[in-house]
Nanobody, 125 residues
Framework: QVQLVESGGGLVQAGGSLRLSCAASGRTFSTYAMGWFRHTPGKEQREFVAATTWSFGDTYYTDSVKGRFTISRDNLKNTVYLEMNSLKPEDTAVYYC?????????????????WGQGTQVTVSS
């Protein structure tokens, strides 16, 4: 099993920045990739935000956050970060960290085997 704990959420004004952290524990060596998803009020499903792999550090982003968000990882700390800049009110959501045990389509929820509890990000206009 892998446990994921997110932190770093909060309230910020539009144009501001936040950095989310996701600390992984347990059988972290069994995970291949890490992703961030978000659930916006009124939307039925969580949407993909960004992903990275532990081994190569390649990164993937949804179009709406490209150039504003950066995903990174610290293999020694088993921690993944999501640096969010130029935040917009539409970025308001609960952000979830997820871990995938095997290779898959990084933007699909079904690729991920473990999920954190989520952290709230609120961007005021």
């Amino acid at each position: 099993q892998v446990q994921l704990v997110e932190s770093g959420g909060g309230l910020v004004q539009a144009g501001g920045s936040l950095r989310l952290s996701c600390a992984a524990s347990g059988r972290t060596f069994s995970t291949y990739a890490m992703g961030w998803f978000r659930h916006t009020p009124g939307k039925e499903q969580r949407e993909f935000v960004a992903a990275t792999t532990w081994s190569f550090g390649d990164t993937y982003y949804t179009d709406s956050v490209k150039g504003r968000f950066t995903i990174s990882r610290d293999n020694l700390k088993n921690t993944v970060y999501l640096e969010m800049n130029s935040l917009k009110p539409e970025d308001t959501a609960v952000y979830y960290c997820a871990a995938a045990a095997t290779y898959g389509h990084y933007n699909l929820r079904s690729t991920y085997d473990y999920w954190g509890q989520g952290t709230q990000v609120t961007v005021s206009s």
